[in-house]
């Protein structure tokens, strides 16, 4: 927000007045989430899947959904389940990549658990590897060891994969795929409802003349 106010007085004072700063800058996430990410891609990655279902009626159309999700639930379990990884392969695959930018730092111990890390640009950073913190932050929002903390580990001769939130852990992932999406038979099958049926609500004419299709 600084290097902003410096650029643009007007825009840091739009940003300040107009909007909440924990909605988009990443120094002001929650840390709880365990998540830094910005962009609605999840949202977009389920629309994309659902874009046949979309034009049929309500009742198929959630009847579509139904389906994939019962079909997916299945799937990623049965998939986790013959790996024999501790955590996540994606998360794996991001924790080596930090691993090749850790010789960029040089790791001062202070205590048992206490660390300076320099870093070759000149920022220092302070890491407290029993709270699993560091003061970028990085550690805290998104559960994975930064850089930073994984050359403090590695001159405590820890290993990085034994810092990692338990929320990326196989256990945590098979849990999270445990709950199935009972099958339901179709309709011919069903008991008979004495209830009356639902009926549509009530066609509202908006005002104005309607748009004519071309």
Known sequence: ???LREYDGNAHRWLLDNTNPKHWSRSHFREAAKCDILLNNLCESF?????????????????NIRVYLMERLRTKKEWMKKRTDDICPKIQNKLEKTKTECAANIARQSDDKRFEIQHIYGETYVVDLDKCTCTCR???LTGLPC???IACISLAGGKPEDYVHKCYSREAYLAAYEPAIAPISSPNVWKCSTKEPVLPPNKVRLPGRPKKAR
């Open 1 to 3: 927000m600084e290097i």
């Open 47 to 63: 629309n994309s899947v659902i874009l046949e279902a979309r034009e049929k009626p309500i009742l198929g159309m959630l009847e």
């Open 138 to 140: 990085k550690w805290e």
């Open 147 to 149: 850089c930073h903390a």
